[in-house]
């Protein structure tokens, strides 16, 4: 697997287009940050990480609404292993407005697009999510 954030990306929206209530995901210490930060900011209900033998998994427990809709809308790779894609502190996007998140890698961590404003720093766009 060349991209794990991109096959991440996938399943998660896989899963959401089939009404799942959990994905198992092929486990990296990256995802698993990932994965903190959307529970934080409120888009899935839970992670876990289990071990399977030699492989490690992470088991994402996918979050819906009262009525059955998604509460994620929109997943979108931004930064590729082909083409990186690089924000200072000041040109960080806002998604849809600031009704979602761009999620960074950075100096001190995976942050989200609003506490990577706040602690003025920069970093890699990894995805988008609304």
Do not use: H
């Not at 060349?2 to 399943?11: K, R």
């Not at 992670?47 to 609404?65: A, D, H, N, P």
């Amino acid at each position: 697997m060349t991209d794990p954030i991109a096959n991440y990306l996938t399943l998660l929206r896989n899963a959401l287009q089939a009404k799942q209530q959990k994905v198992d995901i092929p486990s990296s210490k990256l995802l698993v940050e990932i994965s903190k930060l959307l529970k934080e900011e409120g888009y899935i209900n839970n992670f876990k990480v289990t071990e399977e033998g030699i492989k490690t998994i992470l088991r994402v427990y996918l979050k819906y609404g009262s009525k059955g809709e998604q509460v994620i809308s929109g997943l979108q790779r931004v930064s590729r292993p082909g083409c990186r894609v690089y924000s200072s502190c000041k040109s960080v996007p806002r998604v849809l407005g600031g009704l979602g998140i761009s999620i960074l890698t950075t100096p001190k961590g995976i942050l989200s697009g609003a506490q990577a404003r706040r602690q003025r720093v920069g970093g890699e766009i990894l995805c988008n999510v609304w």
